[in-house]
């Protein structure tokens, strides 16, 4: 539909007041969720799948996501006319399996967990001559999220002080490093956000060395990769790299402020008068962070580095510059996140 | 912050799978809700801003003035880009989040009498005694010209002239621009379906009357389509045999709102859930089976405009509102 290059738009990069209003300096938001499909996935998964049908080298690509790569996965394959196989474990709600095959893609329901679907995805490969899609672990799909940096160098007007990224298997993570020392911009603190439970980079980066988590413990579903991709891991020890967690909680609130809920906060002044306690409202501030769009969970954790205050705090501790020269929020999206998954997961992290 | 003219963005064209579902044939999204300040508004309020200013301000120093809500908050966000003062008047009936808003793009607020036309008076006057340039929010031939970049962009992204378009219609601005548009691009026959609520629809109650006329007053909640009288230019765009003109309810435009936001993740004003409600209410449907739309519809453009003066709780009292 658009005649560049590859199936993603050129995301608007907008200025969000609330955001910086709280961290004292510009925040830029690249709107990633304006992407077709709702996610950033579709830059690296586009450019993979654009590369498969030009290599004529398989009959179509197949893949073991049923969330934003399957989706993006799909729409490349039909934007290409290129066979899509979506493989997904019988967990998987039949709402998605109905929006695949909208975008027109076979898809295959096989055992229970995503391990299943995806050995399942691996045996199809091999014998029906597809090409894998894997959501993050693949040079070509770094290559396509690299476009995000090339965007944000055209529209910024000088270099951003900072990047914040949510990491899950590392995939996006990876294309912005790339695209960063493409620009000559290596040195941008990077600020990788992931939810305790689904925070495989961050443990790995504490601990020195590429780790599996156990399980995945987070609601934050979409970050849920047990191990971070070993270029994240590598990427993640350059000195300009923070890795950070917020709780559900945060990711969830933070959600919720970016569609729009209203807040105020007062000051209120405790007052001891003849042991009566009175409070007065020293100032009321209002603060309006929405920006009308509904994300993922996942998507919340590197807004909640703006409003929970990990940046505040990160630059108390010394670890990013105060004053910061702008700060781009990227703001990855998400499309399988509507009111009823809302309110299903306020339910359960409020629980 | 875009290197190019003006201040707005080049705005995602979007498949929405649910709406072409629905009709039968693509539906492209163009979202004027990912424009700055999150309405269409700053393309032609931003090109105003910007002709102006560089006639006048190499002479005077020039301040803008501008009334309400999405208009006011693209003057003043044009207006701080061009490091100008900005001044926009509200009427009281304006929500505190609005003038909280328009202060945080640094302009200065003015809360003045009860509606729209009041505040339009204080900024009529404050033009005269202060010598203030007054953007209009739709009827200027400059704010046309800007709305126009719009066409150029479908132009661009579109594989093909599109079957028809639709967009929500105030007091006509944005109506106006993509009627310039189209002519430029050799598109002046493509039917144009322009939406407007029961309450504020002062461009159907003029088309069918074929005459312009004033409405005696507002009563839809879409208040952002609030104009009592359509402007001229609009009135005799609505003329062309290839406009059509349809009304739906406050009701039919929250539904619209909501299932938008549940099937695109994007909350919109009212203003904008009336074009929604096009597809999402059958309006499309039944123009097609009244043949005054053609069944086999080659594509078809919904014009997102989007909407800032819009979050939860403002939803939630919508829904109590029309749904009591």
Redesign the interface.
Known sequence: ???QNGFH???????S?GMS?RIGTTV?LK?E????T?SFKIRGIGYMCQNVANSKKSKGVVCSSGGNAGMATAYAARKLNLPATIVLPSSTPQLVAQ?LK??GATVKVVGKVWDDANAEALRLAESEDLTVIHPFNHPLVWKGHSSIVHELN????SKPGAIVVSVGGGGLFCGIMEGLDEMGWGDVPILCMETVGADCLNVAWKARDLVTLPDITSEATCLGAKTACRQAFEYSKRPNVISEVVTDLQALEAV?LF????ISVIKAIKQLNNNKACYAVDCCV?Y?D?E????ELACGASLAAVYSGVIQRLQEEGRLPKPLDSLVMIVC?G?S????QLQHLQAVIRK
């Open positions: 539909m658009s005649k738009v050129v995301t608007p990069l907008l200025e007041t209003k830029y709107m969720s304006s992407q077709p709702g929006k909208d975008q055209a529209s910024l007007p919720e569609l729009g809920k209203f209002l309006s929405e009308r769009v509904l994300v999206g499309g996140m509507n009111l009823a």
